[in-house]
């Protein structure tokens, strides 16, 4: 059954360490209601109410814009091996970018990945686990690699010229911040 909890526990952080992609949902006042699938080793567990994750250069930045218009946001994880759980941790995004003081002191705890664009920060207001016994389970076989290696073949003006013309407005027209 579902629990609340105030904070991120370390079992719970523990938890989070051990899933392979995670999942974010975000919306403004009006307009299209994001959920966007993630992975590649991208999420950590700053504090027990602080969470972060490198975000990668994608073909919208629905979060971005959700964000700096709302700020709401709900980050899930459901455990597809072992045992049956969900764990959602809801509150408040903020767009950190990479050239940024806040950003470059953020990115140490990241690995490196060829394609990053920004660093999402979750302030978590609240912690829910749930039961999950309906989804199903499935064997991990590896991450992809197709971002990367498309990132790849941008180069670093590609990418930028991409996120120019791509990443600036959400698909509703809200600005993202993004100004590359």
């Not at 027990?48 to 994608?58: K, R």
């Not at 809801?90 to 990115?107: A, V």
């Not at 309906?134 to 941008?154: H, I």
Request: net charge negative.
């Amino acid at each position: 059954m579902a629990k609340f909890y105030t904070e991120i526990t370390p079992a719970l952080q523990e938890f989070i360490a051990e899933q392979k992609m995670f999942f974010t949902a975000s919306a403004a006042s009006t307009g299209r209601i994001n959920l966007s699938p993630k992975g590649m080793d991208s999420f950590r567990c700053l504090d027990a109410c602080t969470v972060a994750y490198l975000d990668l250069t994608g073909s919208g930045n629905e979060t971005a814009a959700h964000l700096r218009a709302d700020g709401r946001m709900t980050i899930m994880f459901c455990a597809f091996e072992g045992n049956p759980r969900i764990l959602r941790l809801y509150g408040q995004g903020e767009r950190i970018p990479l050239n940024s003081e806040k950003g470059r002191e953020l990115h140490r705890v990241f690995p490196s990945i060829l394609g990053e664009r920004q660093i999402i920060l979750l302030h978590v207001e609240s912690v829910q686990t749930s039961c999950g016994f309906a989804v199903p389970r499935y064997e991990f076989k590896e991450q992809r690699d197709m971002l990367v290696g498309w990132a790849e073949k941008q180069g670093d003006e590609g990418l930028k010229d991409y996120r120019r013309t791509k990443n600036t407005l959400s698909i509703d027209g809200l600005p993202t911040g993004l100004e590359e």
